[in-house]
């Protein structure tokens, strides 16, 4: 993609640009203002960024948006930026478009039924708290390792179904998926898709109370899916119930770290959990844009017209902090009202596992500051990273000391 500044008038840095990833708000502020609808050149492909809340909401409703990545012009699958195209990642819930879609959201809702949800908020706890006990006081831990990464994967392996000795794999084959070189995502998905494959096997021979075998069961008897469908919307879960997850943790106790006023306020408040977490999902959520939409015919968005086919990235950082819509967007405040954030999307893809998210990441920071409520950083706050990933949103590593309190 161009790192190039694009002159005098234009943002402080070019979206995407290395540094970008680091602080990417007074671009996103500038965009917002000046270049709400803006082209972004990747190698081979334009890609349009829309950054205006109300663009973005709109664009999530609109049904000429397309995730099919077929849909999108020949550039987008030159370029090499159509990971999974032509394979079972592609008969996912995540890239399919209405009748499919429903079809297959519908039966996905049943599995993620708020009664199921809430009857795994006993793993959720349990897992929570086997992960910090194991978690040595006083020394210096990189939180994402030890905590952040290995509870969400934990607990999709368990509803699932994945063997407990399977989940550090799954991790290792995921990792690449969100990083910018296509050939270790390739890779990557390569092998999760050969492991979903062996234990949709496994399921189909010996089935139990868990998600994987209740989509066999859709696939061999009620057959509303098809085979690569249900390959496919195993690894969907998969991937959708782990990084995001991890990185919504992490982010959320930097930025209470970022605020001790809100650190403060939320220790001596529990009952603030549930705004908390939604001001954490709006302020630095876990996904920084959606994946990729194509219209399937040209399309006005704020003043510029959009060529069918051409691939539209929705900036959700961005949307989540415009002043038309939130009172002094680049403020935490975990006592915030009415916090409209689109963090989980909008309309038809509004994320399935929103509620297990929320759960995982409220218990997560209940029990972490319950039980070390001086957490502090074990570094600089110069040294922490954001990863260099166009979609999500995540540290590199968090060092903190966890420190019982005095």
């Given amino acids: ?90 008969h996912s819930l995540l890239f399919k478009d209405p009748p499919d879609h429903t079809r297959m959201r519908t039966l996905a809702s049943k599995v993620f039924s708020a009664r199921r949800i809430a009857g795994w908020r006993d793993t959720v706890e349990r897992i929570t708290d086997q992960l910090l006990d194991d978690v040595a006081p006083h020394q210096r831990v990189d939180l994402l390792g030890v905590f952040c990464y290995p509870l969400p994967i934990m607990v999709i392996g368990e509803v699932l179904g994945i063997p407990g000795n399977d989940h550090r794999k799954l991790r290792q084959w995921m990792d690449p998926l969100v990083g910018l070189s296509r050939e270790e995502a390739l890779a990557g998905t390569k092998s999760l898709m050969a492991y979903v494959r062996e234990i949709i096997t496994v399921k189909r021979a010996d089935p139990s109370d868990d998600v994987i075998s209740a989509l066999i069961a859709a696939r061999d008897g009620d057959r509303k899916l098809t085979e690569d469908e249900l390959v496919g919307n195993v690894f969907g879960l998969i991937s959708a119930g782990f990084e995001t997850t991890a990185n919504l943790i992490g982010n959320g106790v930097l930025a209470l770290l970022d605020h001790p006023d809100q650190l403060r306020l939320l220790r001596e408040n529990p009952p603030l959990m549930d705004s908390a977490m939604e001001e954490i999902l709006r302020y630095d959520g876990p996904t920084a844009t959606t994946i990729f939409r194509f219209p399937t015919e040209d399309v006005r968005v704020g003043g510029v017209v959009i060529p069918a086919g051409e691939p539209i990235l929705m900036a959700l950082g961005a949307a989540n902090r415009d002043p038309e819509v939130f009172d002094d967007p680049d403020a935490l405040d975990i ?20 509620a297990l998210a929320r759960l995982e990441g409220k218990t997560a920071l209940r029990t972490l500051l319950r039980r070390y409520p001086d957490i502090s950083l074990a570094v600089s706050r110069q040294q922490i990273r954001y990863k260099p990933a166009v979609i999500v949103r995540g540290l590199e590593e968090l060092p903190v000391v966890l420190q019982p309190s005095r």
């Fill in 1 to 90: 993609m161009s790192t190039s500044p694009i002159g005098m008038s234009g943002p402080p840095v070019e979206p995407f640009a290395p540094e970008f990833y680091q602080d990417p708000h007074p671009t996103y502020a500038w965009l917002r203002k000046h270049r709400p609808v803006h082209p972004v050149q990747f190698p081979g492909v334009r890609v349009w960024l829309v950054t205006r809340y109300e663009d973005v909401r709109a664009l999530y409703n609109d049904p000429r948006m397309s995730v099919n990545q077929e849909t999108a012009n020949t550039d987008f699958h030159t370029a090499g930026m159509a990971y999974g195209a032509g394979t079972e990642m592609g």
């Fill in 335 to 354: 006592r915030r009202g009415d916090n409209a954030h689109i963090s989980f999307g909008r309309g038809i893809h509004h994320c399935l596992g929103a």
